[in-house]
């Protein structure tokens, strides 16, 4: 077996009193698409920056490409690509000067980073905006246009902070095809998210964030049959009517949220057709497979966006 791209072992993070990232284990494989799942102030973002060898740790052990991020920085940086959350992009250059002004950073030479730019405008896209500024494109053109940047210098390994986060679906749908495409080329990708979906989507694995401790791992549909039954039945009643329910026996496990009953089930017609036979009239009813959302509530007793 190849040693792990980036391994972790007690990985903390402090902010003075504030423990952001606390005592986290987890290795990334060569290759594969790993996701750190939860929801806004999980640590993701804290872990994502000690990956990256911009911040340092307070206490455990980080290595990545087998070095010390705290004592190779600049090397380790040379080797990866980082798409941040919020795009970085000079809004009054255009497409191809952002990326050649990018390549220079990382003292490519001209002529290198003339085909490269060629090869990236493609593959994201973008071809026939090269000579546009990027302050009017629309937010899909500029996550692609930041994600050609930061494969200027080849990297082997791409650090993605919530990725599609404020895009339309068909942007994301987009979106999630190149980064298909790279790890298809061999390329290892680290992703944080709060998107069920995406998350499902993409990972091979993925570990489950909350309150700065992993609280799950594994690949999402190993998650799902660990932690979750196969189906959900959803029930909305009308305001104060949940509370007086009484849904007991219609599933194998029941979540009350405070908008609606989740019924856990391996048989949904089941459960919807008992749901009627007692004569309980919710105002909608829906029935769909587990998904990573109902994982998070189990194992945090909250849902994952609130």
Aim: aromatic share 6%.
């Amino acid at each position: 077996m190849p040693e792990p791209l980036v391994s972790a072992r007690g990985l903390t993070k402090t902010f003075g009193d504030f423990t952001a990232v606390d005592g986290i284990d987890f290795d990334v494989e060569p290759g594969e698409v790993f996701g750190f799942l939860g929801p806004n102030g999980a640590g993701k973002s804290s872990t994502m920056k000690m990956i990256g060898a911009v911040s340092p740790i307070t206490s455990g052990s980080l290595s990545v490409f087998g070095m010390d991020p705290d004592a190779q920085g600049p090397t380790i940086r040379s080797r990866i690509g980082v798409v941040p959350q919020e795009d970085s992009l000079d809004g009054e250059l255009t497409v191809y000067e952002n990326l050649l002004i990018y390549g220079r950073y990382f003292d490519l030479k001209r002529a290198q980073i003339r085909p490269r730019i060629d090869e990236l405008l493609e593959f994201a896209q973008l071809t026939d905006r090269r000579g546009d500024q990027v302050e009017p494109l629309s937010g899909g053109m500029k996550r692609r246009l930041t994600i050609a940047r930061s494969l200027i210098n080849t990297p082997e390994l791409i650090l993605l902070d919530e990725p599609t986060t404020g895009l339309d679906p068909q942007a994301r749908h987009i979106l999630w095809d190149r980064l298909y495409r790279l790890k298809q080329q061999g390329v290892t990708l680290i992703i944080t998210t709060h998107y069920m979906d995406e998350a499902e989507q993409l990972c091979d694995r993925l570990v489950v964030m909350d309150n700065g401790r992993i609280v799950g791992e594994g690949s999402p549909q190993g998650l799902i049959e660990e932690h979750s039954h196969r189906e959900v039945v959803e029930l909305r009643f009308p305001v104060g009517v949940l509370e007086s329910t009484n849904l007991e026996g219609l599933a194998q496990r029941v979540e009350l949220l405070p908008d609606r009953a989740l019924l856990y089930t391996d048989d949904a017609d089941w459960t919807a057709s008992e749901v009627h036979a007692r004569g309980l009239e919710p105002e909608s009813l829906i029935v769909r497979r587990s998904s990573l959302e109902d994982v998070f509530l189990r194992l945090t007793g909250r849902s994952l966006v609130e």
